[in-house]
């Protein structure tokens, strides 16, 4: 994290919280003070229970919902609210039923006022990428719960954003499917080279994707590791086999078992 | 508030009707059939005085008779069913276009709706019946005061069930249009719009009823023709059979106005029987 002057910071969280009040005058804690950056072009990961914060922290990244306090920093620069360079994916595929794919993942494209032929170009070749070549005039109803979740990687990444913030894109797919889509993550990853913010409940999926993975805490969530995944790309899934493999996935489930006891 | 959950396809299970799908249909022929009989039966052999309950044959005599003549002919059901049917048309699109319109700008500005909903809220609690005798003062016994009555009684349904549908867009596709930092307008347009089309259908589909009912309920407080008129004008020389026979009519053109929009609505929202298809098979 203090390396700085080697690769430069495209985001930067400084003590983020996040409260709520419940109808009944309760206050939640949603986020209790969290830091992190991200550098340019890495694949991060965060691990962590249910209802720890992570979706709340993306959200308010992506501009969805405003934080209590605390700031974030885009390119060095305050912001607030959404920001153009950015792309989410969510749990579920949320593509609109009315709209082909190749008009759903021209949608930004539409709300941003981008260039009508060369964002379909980009498209096209985005929908080859991640294997839907051929599939742009089916409507969302006709593709199955995996294609439909890469037709809306492609939604996010029409417009060329800097990072692309994904939110467990996969909890929802079956665990062969799941699989096949983090390989083909990767690949979409090394060929884009966008800066990946990545929320999972799967220890072994934050650890085969990401340069790093940020472990948090039960709620209150807070940061308790932040741990480099050394392993050279492209991955082969057949290293989630490996030892080494093993021992990182091994030590993130500990972390996260002694916090659990540490809190009940 | 009126709502209406939008029709689905009668997909009937297997086990109901295993002897096929004509079963119902035989059994509601039969059941009908069997009805007209006895009606029959019973007004020949008890007595009943015609002007009370006419026979079933007498009924169609009238029809027959009602519908033999030209459009121009006064005494002719066409030429009162054209003017009850532009009345409802003229008076459905008025009524819905203000009544999708009305619901746009209330869901879209808080400001709107905070001036427009006590004027709302007065004119739902009034039975809208009520205001023809206005309209007729306003607008004179032409055309122009029955539209006028379809067309309010069209607004509400609509202007009701589209509010709620544009005021219930589900939660993740916001925040795909958020995420984008879309404009109000862009997110009504691409997302909230769509999203609300099937509850709009249930309200157009109830517009159109009401549509009618506002058409004939002006002709009986006041028009120069009209089924309503037509059918004031064979109470007065106690010509049941007539009367009857006019039901007859609205009852098919009801019933004709209904199927239109059913078909439009399954166009219009393709997607909508396919989505819970899906949903079904893969559960």
């Given at each position: 994290m203090n390396d700085m002057a080697e690769k430069p910071q495209l985001l930067k969280v400084v003590d983020l919280t996040k409260d709520y009040s419940t109808r009944s005058g309760v206050h939640v804690t949603a986020l209790p003070g969290v830091s992190m950056t991200l550098e340019d072009g890495e694949f991060v990961s965060v691990v962590g229970p249910s209802g720890c914060g992570k979706t709340t922290l993306l959200k308010i990244l992506a501009g969805i919902i405003q934080p209590t306090s605390g700031q974030v920093l885009y390119r060095g620069r305050h912001i607030t609210g959404a920001q153009r360079g950015m792309g989410v994916v969510f749990q579920s595929p949320v593509l609109m039923p009315w709209l082909k794919i190749i008009d759903n993942v021209l949608l930004p494209a539409k709300v941003i006022g981008l260039d009508r032929t060369a964002a379909r170009a980009t498209a096209m070749e985005l929908l080859e990428l991640v294997g839907l070549g051929g599939f742009e005039n089916k409507y969302p109803f006709e593709l199955s719960g995996g294609m439909q979740q890469r037709a809306s990687i492609v939604r996010s990444l029409v417009h060329d954003p800097a990072i692309l913030l994904m939110d467990e894109p996969f909890g929802a797919l079956d665990a062969l499917t799941r699989e096949h889509m983090n390989v083909e993550l990767q690949r979409i990853w090394l060929s884009r080279r966008k800066t990946v913010f990545f929320i999972t409940h799967s220890i072994s999926e934050a650890v085969y994707l990401s340069d790093r993975v940020l472990v948090m805490s039960a709620r209150p969530g807070r940061f308790i590791r932040d741990l480099r995944i050394s392993f050279p790309r492209p991955r082969d899934y057949d290293c989630t086999a490996t030892a080494e493999f093993g021992d990182y996935v091994k030590q993130i489930r500990q972390l996260l078992v002694r916090h659990e006891d540490h809190n009940s | 508030m009126i709502t209406q959950s939008a029709p689905t396809p009668a997909r009937r299970p297997k086990t109901r009707f295993d002897d096929g799908p004509y079963l119902p249909l035989v059994l509601g022929t039969i059941s009908v059939v069997l009805c007209l009989l006895v009606w029959q039966l019973a007004v020949s052999w008890i007595g009943v005085p015609h002007y009370v309950l006419p026979e079933p044959l007498g009924v169609f005599h009238a029809l027959v008779d009602g519908l033999s003549g030209s459009v121009s002919d006064r005494g002719s059901f066409w030429y009162h069913l054209l003017d009850t049917f532009k009345t409802t048309a003229f008076g459905f699109l008025i009524g819905s276009a203000i009544g999708i319109a009305l619901a746009a700008l209330m869901s879209q500005s808080v400001y709107f709706h905070g001036i427009v909903f006590p004027y709302v809220v007065v004119l739902q609690s009034l039975p809208k019946i009520a205001i023809a005798p206005l309209f007729i003062i306003w607008f004179g016994y032409q055309i122009e005061s029955k539209i006028a009555m379809a067309a309010t009684l069209t607004v509400f349904p609509v202007l009701l069930n589209s509010l709620q549908g544009l005021t219930t867009t589900d939660s993740d596709r916001l925040e795909v249009m958020m995420a984008l930092k879309a404009t109000r307008w862009q997110t009504f347009w691409h997302v909230k719009l769509p999203s609300a089309l099937p509850l709009i259908f249930a309200g157009l589909n109830l517009g159109i009823v009401y549509a009618q009912l506002g058409a004939i309920v002006a002709e009986f407080v006041?028009?120069?023709?009209g089924m309503g008129v037509m059918m004031l004008q064979l109470q007065s020389v106690s010509d049941t059979a007539g009367v009857f026979a006019v039901l007859v009519v609205l009852a098919t053109t009801g019933y004709l106005l209904i199927t239109l929009m059913r078909t439009i609505h399954r166009h219009v929202i393709f997607w909508e029987n396919t989505a819970s298809k899906s949903k079904t098979q893969s559960g």
């Open positions: - | 006041g028009a120069q023709k």
